[in-house]
Nanobody, 115 residues
Framework: QVQLVESGGGLVQAGGSLRLSCAAS????????MGWYRQAPGKQRELVAV???????DYADFVKGRFTISRIVAKNTVYLQMNSLKPEDTAVYYC?????????WGQGTQVTVSS
C-alpha cells in the first residue's frame, strides 16, 4: 500500500492562502486518481478536488475558483493551492490515492481559517 504524507496546513486569516502537499511513497504516474478530501468537526468527509490519470481535474462547487489541484509526477507529489480562504474551509484535509480498487489515505493536516 502506498504511504501518503501531507504537509502545509496551518492557521491563516480569512482571505489568505495555503498550499498543501501530498507526497506518495511511490510513483503516481499511473494511479487512477489522487486528490483531497476534508472533514470538519461533526461533519462527514467530503471531496474537495481530484486529479485523474490523464491529468484532468474536478472540484467541489464550494471551492471552484478558489482552489487549484496540481501534481508533479516526477516528485510523486500532488498539491492543493487554496486561495481566498474562508472560515468554513476550516477542517482536517486528507490526501486520497486510488489505484484500481485500492484506496489509501494520508494522516490528515489541519487547516484553520480565522475570521
Amino acid at each position: 500500500q502506498v504511504q501518503l504524507v501531507e504537509s502545509g496546513g496551518g492557521l491563516v486569516q480569512a482571505g489568505g492562502s495555503l498550499r498543501l502537499s501530498c507526497a506518495a511513497s511511490r510513483s503516481i504516474f499511473s494511479v487512477n486518481a489522487m486528490g483531497w478530501y476534508r472533514q470538519a468537526p461533526g461533519k462527514q468527509r467530503e471531496l474537495v478536488a481530484v486529479i485523474v490519470s490523464g491529468g484532468s481535474s474536478d472540484y467541489a462547487d464550494f471551492v471552484k475558483g478558489r482552489f487549484t489541484i496540481s501534481r508533479i509526477v516526477a516528485k510523486n507529489t500532488v498539491y492543493l493551492q487554496m486561495n481566498s480562504l474562508k472560515p468554513e474551509d476550516t477542517a482536517v484535509y486528507y490526501c486520497y490515492h486510488r489505484s484500481g480498487s485500492l484506496v489509501s489515505w494520508g494522516q490528515g493536516t489541519q487547516v484553520t481559517v480565522s475570521s
